[in-house]
């Protein structure tokens, strides 16, 4: 079965700029989990969502944003983008809650410039 | 607190070693879950193994080995025979009612070298 398919795989945008990142998970898995990974602070939870609501959140501003669809395909949206966002963005899915445990996309490499 | 800690940042063998990877973690649940999980080079996760709290057995997989003793609070991976393939960054992690109910916490990683 396809696995965890995010898009795009590299991007660079300019500071003040948005960007949407786009993750499908796998068939019958209804949670949706995102983290952010940057050589300096490992691997930081976002969000997470399940059924189109967003169950847990993390500790970061509000400038970071998230949905899920009626299909489980779910974005992540960063606005006013900064250098520090600069980081690999990794979507995982999970059958329900994540203790069942993740399978994670390929992610997305944001560089900010 | 909920913490996963990975003391060692690198580790170098040459293939064949045995090498193995520790795990420390701090949890107030009774009931958590832990996890392995491999990041090759090309970046993606890969889910190696889960264990729930009241499930102590030693597990095996091939040259794959994992040591849960909750008396100690760890969760240590040990790779026998290494290969070079066996090169990326292992992850433990923590899933349970006081991460936050919806997440897993990750340790810091431990990248393994496995030189030919």
């Known amino acids: 079965k396809a696995g965890v398919t995010q898009t795009p795989r590299y991007l660079i945008k300019t500071r003040g700029q948005q960007v949407t990142l786009s993750c499908s998970p796998i068939s019958g898995h209804r949670s949706v989990s995102w983290y952010q990974q940057t050589p300096g602070q490992g691997l930081q939870f976002l969000f997470e969502y399940f059924s189109e609501t967003q169950r847990n959140k993390g500790n970061f501003p509000g400038r970071f944003s998230g949905r899920q669809f009626s299909n489980s395909r779910s974005e992540m949206n960063v606005s006013t983008l900064e250098l520090g966002d600069s980081a690999l963005y990794l979507c995982?899915?999970?059958?329900?809650?994540?203790?069942?445990?993740?399978?994670f996309g390929s992610g997305t490499r944001l560089t900010v410039v | 607190a909920q913490k996963v800690t990975q003391a060692q940042t690198e580790i170098s063998v040459v293939e064949k070693e045995d090498v193995t990877l520790d795990c420390v973690y701090e949890?107030?649940?009774?009931?958590?879950?832990l996890f392995w999980y491999k990041q090759p080079p090309s970046g993606e996760l890969v889910f190696l193994i889960r264990?729930?709290?009241?499930?102590?057995q030693n597990e095996i997989s091939g040259r794959y080995s994992w040591n849960f003793q909750k008396s100690t609070s760890s969760f240590n991976f040990t790779i026998t025979a290494s290969q070079v393939v066996d090169s990326a960054v292992y992850f433990c992690a923590l899933s349970g009612e006081h991460t936050g109910g919806f997440k897993t916490i990750f340790g810091a990683g431990t990248r393994l070298f496995v030189k030919a």
């Open positions: 995982a899915s999970s059958l329900d809650r994540p203790h069942y445990g993740y399978t």
């Open positions: 264990r729930n709290s009241f499930d102590e």
């Open positions: 949890t107030r649940d009774t009931t958590y879950y």
